[in-house]
């Protein structure tokens, strides 16, 4: 128990918890600490992290930060055991921020109301979500102890799966919350106009300010490869997109140039 939170009582099923440098994102290059959670309910075509839509019998526990060194531990794992595994990596200065990531991370929003605060009073970082925003009541359960969210937007023509309207009530309940936010935007050799268009008009009707980082398919390492779209694409719907949107950004992913998972 840590004050009225039973965390013996919260099951969540994970993968791995391991501290990296963040390699996507708005918070490209900062230490996280990354609970990655298994579970995912989508089936992107670009997916490189395939391995999360299941729930494996073991989940990995780096013990000591960044050496690599996993302690297997079977699943679901207990609030109380998370947070002695955070324990153990989280050491003062290293890390910027809790990365809580997956699969989905939303698919376990009942326990994460109880785990987070608990997080947040252990360690004293802040919390940033990784998600692929299409779960927006779920999100109201969590959305008072998070601090930053980095919300995908799904294009059908990249991706294969289409939630624009999720998206949109997602992005609102970000926006209104005040948490920092942004929205990660997958894109390549398949990427249409009128999927661009769409995305481009749905994160201006909520707020034109809210930043937006273009991601292309990156095709090192293992995955499912998808073709990344030309330097001349990337150019002209960067150029397209930011007579709409305040900040647009390109970022590809810098953790396979890195060599970390």
């Given at each position: 128990m840590i004050g009225d939170l039973d965390l013996e009582g919260v099951?969540?099923?994970?993968?791995?918890?391991?501290s990296a440098i963040q390699g996507e994102g708005a918070n490209v290059g900062?230490?996280?600490?990354?609970?990655?959670?298994?579970?995912?309910?989508?089936?992107?075509?670009?997916?490189?992290?395939?391995?999360?839509?299941?729930?494996?019998?073991?989940?990995?526990?780096?013990?000591?930060a960044g050496d690599r060194q996993f302690q297997r531990v079977a699943n679901p794992l207990s609030g109380t055991q998370i947070l002695a595994a955070v324990a153990q990596l989280h050491h003062p200065h290293l890390h910027d921020s809790i990365s809580l990531t997956g699969g989905e991370p939303l698919l376990h929003a009942p326990a994460l109301a109880t785990l987070l605060p608990a997080l947040k009073a252990a360690t004293q970082l802040p919390l940033y979500l990784e998600t692929g925003g299409?779960?927006?009541?779920?999100?109201?359960?969590?959305?008072?102890?998070?601090?930053?969210?980095?919300?995908?937007?799904?294009?059908?023509?990249?991706?294969?799966?289409?939630?624009w309207q999720a998206h949109q009530q997602f992005l609102i309940l970000?926006?209104?919350?005040?948490?920092?936010?942004?929205?990660?935007?997958?894109?390549?050799?398949?990427?249409?106009?009128?999927?661009?268009?769409?995305?481009?008009?749905?994160?201006?009707t909520v707020n034109p300010r809210i930043p937006v980082v273009l991601q292309p398919v990156t095709p090192i390492g293992t995955g499912r490869l998808t073709q990344p779209p030309t330097p001349a694409q990337v150019l002209a719907w960067q150029a397209y997109l930011k007579n709409h949107l305040a900040h647009v950004r390109v970022i590809p992913q810098t953790h396979k140039f890195l060599g970390q998972r």
């Open positions: 099951s969540v099923p994970l993968v791995e918890i391991f900062t230490r996280q600490l990354f609970i990655r959670f298994a579970g995912c309910d989508l089936r992107c075509s670009y997916c490189d992290s395939a391995y999360t839509w299941g729930v494996p019998a073991i989940a990995l526990l780096e013990t000591i299409h779960h927006p009541r779920a999100l109201e359960r969590v959305l008072p102890y998070l601090d930053s969210v980095g919300m995908d937007i799904k294009l059908p023509s990249v991706s294969g799966e289409c939630h970000c926006d209104r919350a005040g948490v920092e936010v942004f929205c990660k935007v997958i894109i390549s050799a398949l990427t249409t106009p009128t999927d661009l268009a769409t995305m481009a008009e749905l994160v201006a």
